[in-house]
């Protein structure tokens, strides 16, 4: 559909009643003009109560649990009263009394078990999403605009990876046109649960934290947007994160690499996998600010797209919750290159993300760098994997750093910017920073540098300085 506009709203900017308004009037200005596709967040914080609500279920804790319901019944029920005419009111609370009791029956079943199976706290936490787009939905009718709320897990086709999961587009294609597509035919907006999709044998599955982000991309490919907008909370992708660094200044452009490194690095601002699908249609994005309309908001081109005048870094990101786990041959009757073989298939099958690796020929040593969070998973495949040579000493017993960060200075084309590496590194040190392992790969885009948990923030605001990214 050539002039299609996918719209995501994340999760402070569906936060309350007042936020809601705005969505949908964002929502209506654009449907009055072109067919549009709007994707919600859950309300900000809901998504955490839900999570703490099933643990709080499976620890069999009944008191905390109706407590966690009450807090989620309050929380709708008043932005229900606050946004909707009083004659909606009655059926709009049946329908938020519905998806919550439909949660509340899972958290029960697991209370019942004393677990949680990954696929029934999928099922359940997409209820905070389609609490929202019933919400928005809801408000958009009661304005007179044709509005239809939509459950992801009826468009977006994934595999069944549990709380990861990876869309299968071409079935999502198919279940767009029928379910997405039949809607704007007859001029009704649709507003579509981000986070969630399901199984081609219809098992609900959900996308990661921050997930609605992915969601509202994968749904642009998947019909062809002209454009995708991401309305959050600060003014679009800016040079460092504006909770760390106060002179941080929004990016009037960058480059789908730079904001796919940038995410991937720790950026929270997109989820880590929203530039991917749109690559091969080259669907353009903004990321825009839902609390200030008048700002332009950043936008996400095609490399090709930007000047090369705008080469050199363009912004810092860090990332706290990480961890090195290194891996030294006891001595040299073993191939340091079979060994790394063998720990990169470890982590293939443990499906980890390896955030940045490097390692040192003479001693055969290498070391990697992945997200705490997944730490328990590499080290059983690790373990498993290469068993007989821990076993017999080949292998010295591996090191795991928790204390350490991560920094990855981005832009496109850095590789041609002279002295630039020596540049970031003498700041760091200034600051009595120390450096655990660099990697600069093969990639013009980033620089990553591991270094002591202790002086991530420093050497974040050194960095940013030194580059003159700031205002
Ligand atoms: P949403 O709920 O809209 O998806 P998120 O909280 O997931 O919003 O992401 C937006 C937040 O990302 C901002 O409030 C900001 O604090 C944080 N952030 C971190 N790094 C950056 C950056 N480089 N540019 C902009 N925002 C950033
Ligand atoms: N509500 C989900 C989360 O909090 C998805 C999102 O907000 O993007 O992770
Ligand atoms: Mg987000």
Excluded at 138 to 156: M, P, Q, R, W
Excluded at 221 to 238: C, F, N, P, Y
Excluded at 301 to 330: C, F, N, Q, W, Y
């Amino acid at each position: 559909m050539s002039d299609l506009l996918v719209m995501k709203f994340g999760g402070t900017s569906m936060g309350s009643a007042a936020r809601i308004r705005v969505a949908a009037e964002i929502s209506a200005e654009q449907h009055a003009k072109r067919p549009v596709v709007t994707v919600v967040s859950a309300m900000s914080k809901v998504t955490d109560l839900l999570l703490d609500s099933l643990r709080k279920a499976e620890a069999g804790d009944q008191a905390d649990l109706d407590e966690n319901l009450k807090q989620l019944f309050a929380r709708h029920f008043d932005v229900c009263r606050e946004l909707l005419p009083a004659a909606r009111q009655e059926a709009a609370l049946a329908g938020v009394h519905a998806l919550i009791s439909e949660f509340s029956r899972i958290a029960k079943g697991m209370m019942m078990l004393g677990e949680r199976p990954p696929r029934s706290i999928d099922e359940a936490i997409a209820i905070g999403e389609r609490l929202s787009a019933f919400l928005l939905a809801e408000y958009l009718e009661s304005e007179g605009i044709l509005a239809a709320a939509v459950n992801a897990a009826d468009v977006i086709a994934t595999d069944a990876v549990f709380g990861n999961a990876t869309p299968l587009m071409e079935q999502t294609r198919q279940r767009a046109s029928k379910t997405i597509r039949r809607l704007l035919d007859e001029k009704i907006l649709p507003v579509v649960t981000g986070f969630n999709g399901s199984t081609l044998d219809g098992r609900p599955t959900t996308l990661g934290r921050g997930g609605s982000d992915f969601s509202a991309s994968i749904l642009a490919a998947a019909l062809d947007a002209s454009e995708l907008w991401i309305w959050t909370d600060v003014d679009g992708i800016m040079t460092g994160d504006p909770r760390l660094i106060s002179d941080a200044r929004v990016l009037d452009m960058v480059t789908y690499n730079e904001a796919a490194e940038l995410a991937y690095n720790g950026a929270k601002v997109l989820h880590p996998r929203t530039l991917a699908p749109l690559v091969e249609r080259e669907i353009p994005v903004w990321s825009k600010n839902s609390f200030a309309l008048d700002k332009p908001g950043t936008k996400i081109v095609p490399s090709a797209a930007m000047a090369s005048a705008a080469r050199g870094p363009h912004a810092v990101t860090s990332m706290a919750d990480v961890a090195l786990v290194s891996i030294e041959p006891a001595n040299s009757v073993l191939s340091g290159t079979k060994v790394m073989a063998r720990a990169l298939e470890a982590l293939d099958r443990a499906n980890v993300e390896i955030l940045a690796i490097t390692s040192s020929s003479y001693r055969q040593t290498f070391c990697f760098l992945v997200r705490q969070s997944e730490l328990g998973s590499v080290m059983d495949h690790l373990e498993e994997s290469l068993s007989l040579e821990l076993a017999h000493g080949y292998l010295k017993p591996f090191d795991v750093d928790k204390d350490v960060g991560l920094i990855a200075v981005v832009g496109e084309g850095m590789r041609g910017t002279p002295g630039l590496a020596g540049r970031i590194f003498t700041a760091i040190s200034k600051r009595n920073v120390n450096i655990i392992a660099i990697a600069q790969g093969s990639s013009e885009l980033t620089i990553a540098i591991v270094v002591r948990r202790e002086g991530l923030e420093s050497a974040v605001k050194a960095i940013h300085q030194e580059c003159g990214l700031g205002r």
